[in-house]
């Protein structure tokens, strides 16, 4: 070695992790994400190579690209990262790309030229909208459903960071800076494969077994298919492949569990309590679950069985302010009991209450 160059003989590793600058980031997404946790630990990466400004400053902060089934996260997760961001899970711009079909529905998102019909309505991708804030988060929604020159507009701003709107005003040249954007799409691309793995597998959500080599067979049947369906030049200007995976038994459950605690408040609003028993919650996951659908069908039994029923006892009478009510299963069937009270304050402590149940 040259006598310029110093010996480098010291290992670097990072002993601190509390000085991660992204560290109110992953705390949110872990909070509002369920069971993804590799895909997680990927998008931070990705966010923290930006944020440190190791990236090309002329393109956007990152182009993230999420895949996997449907109802395991991927728009949840987008939602998350501009309630992190911006303090508002709104905060984001979305681009419904199954609107987007043909070549012409184009000029919706850069606007239509002077004389043309539309000339007049606000390009989705406005300046305004687009630099108005650092860090602004632009969602493509399923994005393989979009057409070929949605696709190369996307590519443009992968590449370039730029793009030109076809109505321009006076001294504006059209140009929308994307370079304080963080541009993210989501597909499905892949999930029919998934669903397959699985059933083959005799796994599904409900098992852990071999969820390492399962995660890495679903892994590789994604990858194949977003090879397949999207062109190399386009693939080649995507930051970082996220893959969700489908949902564990456990992670399904923690599903039910957030949802049920709105449920709840909803419930303490109207001045009553609800607890479920476990089986209930077993049966729901049991009955909710779809390999192909993830958690939306759980989501929406509970609508239908538990929120529906407790609404119309609510509207009937049969429930009110001061109850304190237990779901539970018989039969296999839900069924809802009420306790014998009297008159309570909506912040009682219902933790002390004995067996003694009335069945609505």
């Not at 393989?144 to 321009?168: C, F, P, W, Y």
């Not at 071999?210 to 049947?221: A, G």
């Not at 429930?319 to 009510?325: E, F, L, N, R, T």
Request: with cysteine.
């Amino acid at each position: 070695m040259s006598s310029l160059i110093p010996e480098a003989n010291i290992p670097i590793s990072i002993t601190n992790r509390s000085k991660n600058p992204l560290n109110h980031i992953e705390t949110t997404l872990k909070e509002e994400v369920i069971g993804q946790s590799s895909a997680i630990g990927a998008i931070l990466k990705s966010l923290l190579r930006a944020s440190t400004g190791f990236r090309n400053t002329d393109r956007p902060i990152a182009t993230l690209f999420f895949s996997g089934p449907s109802g395991v996260g991927k728009t949840e997760t987008v939602r998350a990262l501009a309630k992190a961001l911006h303090n508002n899970p709104k905060a984001c711009i979305k681009v419904d790309c199954s609107e987007f079909t043909e070549s012409h529905t184009i000029s919706k998102l850069i606007g239509s030229p002077p004389g043309y019909i539309g000339s007049d309505l606000p390009a989705v991708l406005d300046k305004q909208e687009i630099e108005g804030r650092n860090w602004n988060i632009v969602l493509f929604d399923e994005i393989e459903k979009g057409h070929a020159s949605l696709h190369n507009l996307l590519l443009q701003i992968m590449d370039e960071g730029v793009v030109t709107l076809s109505r321009k005003g006076k001294g504006d040249n059209g140009k929308v800076d994307f370079s304080s954007t963080l541009l993210v799409m989501t597909s499905n691309v892949g999930s029919r494969k998934v669903s397959e793995v699985l059933e083959d597998q005799a796994i599904g959500f409900k098992k852990k077994d071999n969820l390492q080599e399962l995660t890495q067979l679903v892994n590789q049947e994604v990858q194949k298919e977003i090879e397949k369906t999207f062109s190399p030049e386009f693939r080649n200007r995507v930051s970082d492949f996220v893959i969700f995976h489908p949902l564990a038994h456990d992670s399904l459950l923690q599903v039910l569990e957030k949802y049920l605690k709105q449920v709840g408040s909803r419930c303490a609003s109207k001045g009553f309590a609800i607890h479920l028993t476990d089986r209930t919650k077993e049966y729901l996951i049991q009955k909710g679950t779809d390999i192909n659908l993830g958690a939306r069908p759980l989501l929406h039994l509970v609508e239908k069985e538990l929120e529906a029923r407790i609404a119309e006892y609510f509207a009937m009478g049969e429930i009110q302010a001061g109850d304190y009510i237990v779901c539970d299963l018989e039969k296999n069937e839900i069924v809802f009991k009420r306790a014998e009270r009297v008159s309570v304050s909506v912040k009682a402590d219902f933790s002390t209450l004995g067996g003694n149940f009335r069945s609505i």
